[in-house]
């Protein structure tokens, strides 16, 4: 790791493109200062299926994607880097950081066409984003009992966007105290609006995944209706 003032960097190989993205992050400050493990499992998730073996090289190119709670951005830029035009949102004090990780990459996700841009997007606050995204991700967000109503009224509006559009969702789950009965709560309050299909381990990274890291896939069970119509 390279140390500059309070900044230290990490690089995150994506194996389909062969490009290394570099993440800047914060010795001190709140959440959102550093990459959480949730949020590296499911940018190789997304690299994986990149793979020519699975969806191949081109199915993120020219997709429309969002990413709620991006914190440092490296879901939404590795989304970028595999050819997607992504927005990746967060709270306005977290943009600063944001904005210079998506800064310091774009060579990277401009060359594979992809975008990558910043804005605010606070789930309690049910504004409008001029987006309709086909695919909204998001990583390691249900960590606090008050977001969980909030969260699940913007990931139902965003989904409600486009007949097409579904989530993937990465989460650690933890076992204290404070954290467990967050995770319980999200997933009762998240079964009874949408549909969810796990993404298997087997399906993920081989190494970069782990039994207490979930991927989730979200739909809207109407569109699952129009899907096999
Ligand atoms: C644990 S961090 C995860 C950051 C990043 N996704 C990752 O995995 O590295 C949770 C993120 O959710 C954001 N967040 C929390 N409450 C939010 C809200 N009400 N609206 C939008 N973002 C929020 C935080 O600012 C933070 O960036």
């Known amino acids: 790791m390279d140390k500059e003032d309070d900044v230290f960097t990490r690089e995150f190989e994506l194996e389909s493109r062969n490009v290394t993205l570099t993440l800047y992050q914060k010795e001190v400050g709140d959440v959102s200062c550093v990459v959480w493990d949730a949020s590296l499992v499911l940018a190789k998730y997304l690299d994986v299926l990149c793979s020519e073996n699975r969806l191949g090289k081109n199915w993120l190119v020219g997709k429309k994607v969002l990413e709620l709670g991006a914190g440092l951005g490296c879901v939404g830029m590795t989304a970028a880097c595999l050819g997607a035009e992504v927005v990746l949102t967060d709270l306005a004090n977290v943009l600063p950081a944001l904005n210079k990780n ?9 060359q594979s066409g992809g975008s990558a841009r910043a804005e605010e997007l606070d789930w309690s606050k049910h504004a409008e984003i001029d987006f309709k995204p086909e695919i909204i991700l998001l990583a390691d967000c249900v960590y606090y009992t008050e977001s969980i109503e909030p969260l699940l009224d913007t990931l139902e509006r965003l989904c409600g ?26 997933v009762e309050a998240i079964k009874k609006t949408f549909k969810i299909t796990p993404v298997m381990l087997s399906e993920q990274h081989p190494t970069y995944s782990s039994h207490d890291i979930r991927v989730l896939k979200l739909t809207l069970p109407s569109k699952d209706k129009k899907e096999t119509q």
């Open 102 to 110: 998506i800064e310091m990459n774009k060579d990277l996700w401009k």
């Open 161 to 186: 966007a486009r007949n097409d559009t579904y989530a993937l969702l990465s989460q650690e789950e933890r076992d204290t105290p404070n954290q467990k009965p967050v995770w319980s709560q999200f």
